[in-house]
């Protein structure tokens, strides 16, 4: 069995950065796919940024450029460097971790932009 425990979340002014951190217990290796999904409310969950095995990387468009997702696979941990946040960036940020043994989820962690 594995969970995922996220950290990073909080409160920032526009224009300000966070890094959010998620560490799998339990059996997770280097072929797992890595991924950040946010939902913000009234909104459908959407994926922001994934890494892959080999090291790629995908992100959604509104992030482009702000966003940096990476991955410690030793640690089991992945990484998402959230800079020049802007307020529509606000939302519940969920962890995603997906290989042969299933799909995990984090517990989520809230991401608040506001002045």
């Known amino acids: 069995q594995v969970q995922l425990v996220e950290s990073g979340g909080g409160l920032v002014q526009p224009g300000g950065s966070l890094r959010l951190s998620c560490t799998a217990v339990?059996?997770?290796?280097?072929?797992?796919?890595m991924a950040w999904y946010r939902q913000a409310p009234g909104k459908q969950r959407e994926l922001v940024a994934g890494?892959?095995?080999?090291?790629?990387?995908k992100y959604v468009d509104a992030v482009k450029g702000r966003f940096t997702i990476s991955r410690d696979n030793p640690k089991k941990t992945t990484y998402l460097q959230m800079n020049s946040l802007k307020p529509e960036d606000t939302a519940v940020y969920y962890c995603?971790?997906?290989?042969?043994?299933?799909?995990?989820w984090g517990q989520g962690t809230h991401v608040t932009v506001s002045s």
């Open positions: 995603n971790m997906a290989g042969w043994e299933g799909v995990y």
């Open positions: 339990g059996s997770i290796d280097s072929t797992y796919t």
């Open positions: 890494i892959y095995t080999g090291g790629n990387t």
